[in-house]
C-alpha cells in the first residue's frame, strides 16, 4: 500500500494534571489529528496511554470545540453568545481592563489552574501580563498545595524517590492513591514488584479498582491517616524497628516526635481511624522488617484541614527505618522539586516594578467574588480572566460560586476549548488551542523526565494560544517591553535556560534529569539544618505546631447527627477534574453522576441501588443516583466528580457541599472533609 505523503507523525506531551506526563506520538493525517499514541522510546510511557487521552483526537475535533470568539447575548449563565472577530473581541477587553486599572489594577483577578500542565501555556506569557499589569496574585491552592508544603517542610522541598525503582521494592504502601486510574505507568511498576513477589497494601478510605488489587486493603475514615502513621510509628519504636544511624545522623527532632509517637498506640489510632488495631499491627510489623520498602503517596489524604500534617506524619516514616538508603525504599508524592524552571525569565517578577499586589485564594473564590471593598480585603473583584480552568465546576461551596460569577457588574473573559459552566457565565470567550495545536515544555510530579509538545496541527478555527492572547493584549494595553514579544519556542527556550539541553528535547522530545538514584540515601536533604526535620523550626517560628500530629476534620465524623455521613469526592475513572466530561465516548463509559453508598448506610434510610437520592448538608444539596456498592466503607459515601454541573441533575454536582475551608498548610481545599445527610429523591 502506498504511503500517503499528507500523513506524518509528530512528537508531543500529555498535557493533564496527572502525575505520569506522557509523551505523545500524534500520526496527522491530511492536517487532521486521527491518532495520539503512547512513545515507546519514552521509558516512563513506554507506548502506553490511559483510556481519556488515548481519545485525545476526539476531544480536539469535538464538534462542539468554540471556534470563534464570543460575547454573551444573555443572562450570565443561560449560554448565549454570538460570534465576533478577534480584533473586536480584544479591543473590547483592553478597553475594560484599562478602564479598572485606572482605579486599582488589584481589582483585576487571574484564575488559572492545570487544564494544561506546560510551563509556557499556562503561566508564562500570562505571568507577564498580569505582573506588567499590577492584577492580584492568585494563591494556586485547589489540589496539592498542603502535601507540597509538607514535603517542604520535612523533606527540603517536593522530592521524593524515582519512580521507576518502585519496580524494586518488596512492600509498596499505595496511600491515598487509585493508580489504576489516576497512575497508569506507577500502577505498572508496582504489578511488576508485584509479581516479583512484593506485597501491596492500599490505604484509602474507598475500596478503589487499586484497593482491589493489592494484597490487601485499609479502609481507614477520611482525614485519620496521621492518626495512622503516628500509630506506626508506635510500633516501630517500641518494637525497635529503627534505623538509629540513620536517625542520629540524617534527622532533626527524634525525641520529640518519639515522645508524641509513644501517645499513638495502635488502639488509639484503631478508634480514630476505625479500623481493626490488628490491621495496624500488622501494617507496622511490614513496614518495619521489609526493606526495601516505598511509600507511593498521592493527593487524596491532603485534601481535609490535617491534610498538611497527615503528609508529614507519613513523610517521616522512611527516616525512621532507614529506608532512604536503597533506591527502591523511601517516599514519592511529588517529583516536581527536582526541575530547575528558571521562573524569573519565565514569568519575569520584575515587571511588578516594587509593587506586592494582594493575594486572593483560588478555594475561597465563590466568597471573595461576594465581598466589598474593604481596607482589609482591598478593592472589589471587578474582572476576571480565566483561563486553564473551570471555577464554577471545580471549585468549593458551588452555589457561593455560582452566585458570584453571576454578578452583572463582574466582566468575565474565558479562555476555552469548549462551553464550560464557567465560559457559560462569561462576558466574553476566546477559543484557545488545544495541546495538538502549540507548543510547550513539561515538567513532571511523577517522574524525572522533561517532555517538549510541538504543535500537531494548525489551529482549529480561529483558535490561538493562550500565550498570544497575552500578547495582543499586551500590546493594546500598551506595555512595550521587549519580553512580549517573544515566540513560543522562544520561552520554551526560557524555561530551563542552559539548564536542559534544548537540542536534546528537539531530537527526542524528552530529556532525562540527572537524579541521584537514591537521593537521600546518605541524608542530604534539602533543609535548613540538611537533615530529615521531623521538628520543623520553620513551622515553628509561623506559631504553628513543629511536629506534625493528627489534626481531626473540620466537619469529624460523628459530629453532627444532621449530617452523620462523611462524603469524599474521588475522580470518576474516566474523567480527569472537569476535563473530559464532553468527551461522549468516556461520558459513556461513566454514564451519570453516582454517589457510591453502603448497604448499611442504603437500608435504614430505604435506598435502593438506583434510586435517585437527594445529598445534602447546610451549604446546598446534589441529587445523583445511588450505587450500593462495597467500594464504600460505611459511614462514608463516595460522590464520584466532578461532571459538569449542566450535565447533572438539576444543572448542579457535588460541589454544592463541599466547604471553602482551608488545609494546615498550604492554604488549600478541603473536598474530602464535608459531612452530609442522604435521602431517597
Not at 527516616?319 to 522539586?337: D, F, K, N, Q
Not at 536534546?504 to 540538611?530: H, I, K, N, W, Y
Not at 471553602?660 to 478541603?670: I, S
Request: charged residues 25%.
Amino acid at each position: 500500500m502506498a504511503h500517503n505523503p499528507n500523513e506524518f507523525t509528530v512528537r508531543g506531551a500529555c498535557p493533564h494534571d496527572c502525575p505520569d506526563t506522557c509523551a505523545l506520538l500524534t500520526t496527522v493525517v491530511d492536517g487532521k489529528a486521527v491518532r495520539v499514541a503512547g512513545n515507546p522510546a519514552h521509558r516512563h510511557t513506554d507506548g502506553a496511554l490511559c483510556t481519556k487521552v488515548s481519545r485525545y483526537p476526539e476531544r480536539t475535533h469535538h464538534p462542539e470545540r468554540i471556534l470563534t470568539p464570543l460575547r454573551r447575548t444573555g443572562p450570565k449563565g443561560s449560554g448565549r453568545f454570538e460570534p465576533i472577530g478577534w480584533d473586536e473581541a480584544l479591543d473590547e477587553i483592553a478597553a475594560r481592563l484599562k478602564e479598572i486599572a485606572a482605579r486599582d489594577p488589584q481589582a483585576i483577578v487571574p484564575y488559572s489552574y492545570a487544564g494544561t500542565m506546560g510551563q509556557v501555556q499556562s503561566e508564562g506569557m500570562a505571568a507577564r501580563f498580569f505582573n506588567r499589569l499590577g492584577a492580584s496574585f492568585l494563591d494556586r491552592t485547589i489540589c496539592a498545595a498542603a502535601g507540597g508544603e509538607a514535603l517542604v517542610q520535612t523533606l527540603g522541598g517536593k522530592l521524593g524517590m524515582k519512580v521507576e525503582h518502585f519496580a524494586e521494592a518488596k512492600l509498596i504502601l499505595i496511600w491515598g492513591s487509585n493508580s489504576i486510574a489516576s497512575n497508569l505507568h506507577f500502577w505498572r511498576l508496582a504489578q511488576q514488584a508485584k509479581r516479583d513477589g512484593a506485597r501491596l497494601v492500599c490505604i484509602d478510605p474507598r475500596k478503589s479498582e487499586t484497593a482491589d488489587k493489592c494484597h490487601e486493603h485499609i479502609a481507614l475514615r477520611p482525614g485519620t491517616d496521621a492518626a495512622l502513621a503516628l500509630a506506626l510509628m508506635h510500633e516501630l519504636i517500641v518494637n525497635d524497628w529503627l534505623d538509629h544511624d540513620y536517625i542520629a545522623r540524617h534527622t532533626l527532632g527524634w525525641d520529640a516526635l518519639r515522645e508524641r509517637a509513644l501517645q499513638w498506640p495502635a488502639e488509639r489510632a484503631a478508634e480514630v481511624c476505625g479500623v481493626p488495631v490488628e490491621q495496624i499491627e500488622r501494617l507496622a510489623r511490614e513496614y518495619g522488617t521489609t526493606q526495601p520498602a516505598a511509600i507511593r503517596l498521592n493527593y487524596g489524604m491532603q485534601r481535609v484541614r490535617g491534610g498538611g500534617n497527615a503528609v508529614r506524619a507519613v513523610a517521616c516514616l522512611p527516616a525512621l527505618t532507614g529506608a532512604w538508603r536503597h533506591r527502591a525504599g523511601g517516599l514519592l508524592l511529588s517529583a516536581s522539586g527536582h526541575f530547575p524552571v528558571d521562573r524569573a525569565a519565565l514569568h519575569r517578577p520584575d515587571l511588578l516594578a516594587g509593587r506586592t499586589p494582594r493575594t486572593i485564594n483560588m478555594v475561597t473564590i465563590g466568597d471573595d467574588l461576594l465581598r466589598e471593598s474593604s481596607p482589609a480585603f482591598g478593592p472589589k473583584i471587578e474582572a476576571l480572566i480565566v483561563y486553564n480552568s473551570n471555577p464554577v465546576a471545580v471549585a468549593p461551596e458551588s452555589p457561593k460560586v455560582v452566585q458570584g460569577f453571576s454578578r452583572e457588574d463582574l466582566f468575565t473573559v474565558v479562555l476555552e476549548h469548549f462551553m464550560t459552566d464557567t465560559a457559560d457565565h462569561a462576558d466574553i470567550v476566546l477559543p484557545a488551542t488545544t495541546q495538538l495545536e502549540h507548543w510547550d515544555i513539561h515538567t513532571s510530579y511523577g517522574h524525572t523526565d522533561v517532555l517538549l509538545n510541538r504543535p500537531a496541527i494548525a489551529p482549529v478555527g480561529q483558535a490561538r494560544p493562550n500565550t498570544e492572547v497575552f500578547r495582543q493584549l499586551a500590546r493594546r494595553m500598551g506595555f512595550h517591553e521587549p519580553c512580549f514579544a517573544d515566540d513560543d519556542e522562544t520561552l520554551c527556550r526560557q524555561t530551563f535556560g542552559d539548564r536542559v539541553d534544548f537540542q536534546q528535547l528537539l531530537d527526542q522530545g524528552f530529556a532525562t534529569l540527572p537524579v541521584p538514584e537514591a537521593p537521600f540515601a546518605e541524608g542530604g536533604f534539602p533543609t535548613p539544618s540538611g537533615q530529615c526535620e521531623f521538628f520543623s523550626a520553620r513551622l515553628a517560628a509561623q506559631g504553628l505546631d513543629g511536629l506534625p500530629d493528627h489534626l481531626p476534620n473540620h466537619e469529624p465524623a460523628g459530629s453532627d447527627p444532621r449530617h452523620p455521613l462523611a462524603m469524599i469526592s474521588p475522580p470518576a475513572r474516566n474523567f480527569l477534574n472537569s476535563s473530559f466530561v464532553n468527551v461522549k465516548s468516556l461520558r459513556d463509559i461513566e454514564g451519570e453522576p453516582l454517589l457510591e453508598i453502603s448497604a448499611g448506610d442504603a437500608a435504614p434510610r430505604g435506598i435502593a441501588d438506583g434510586d435517585v437520592v437527594r445529598v445534602f448538608n447546610d451549604r446546598g444539596s446534589y441529587r445523583c443516583k445511588a450505587r450500593i456498592s462495597p467500594r464504600a466503607r460505611q459511614g462514608v459515601v463516595n460522590g464520584l466528580g466532578i461532571w459538569w454541573r449542566k450535565l447533572g441533575m438539576d444543572g448542579s454536582n457535588v460541589n454544592e457541599l463541599t466547604s471553602q475551608k482551608l488545609t494546615d498548610l498550604g492554604r488549600a481545599p478541603v473536598f474530602y472533609d464535608c459531612l452530609v445527610e442522604v435521602e431517597k429523591g
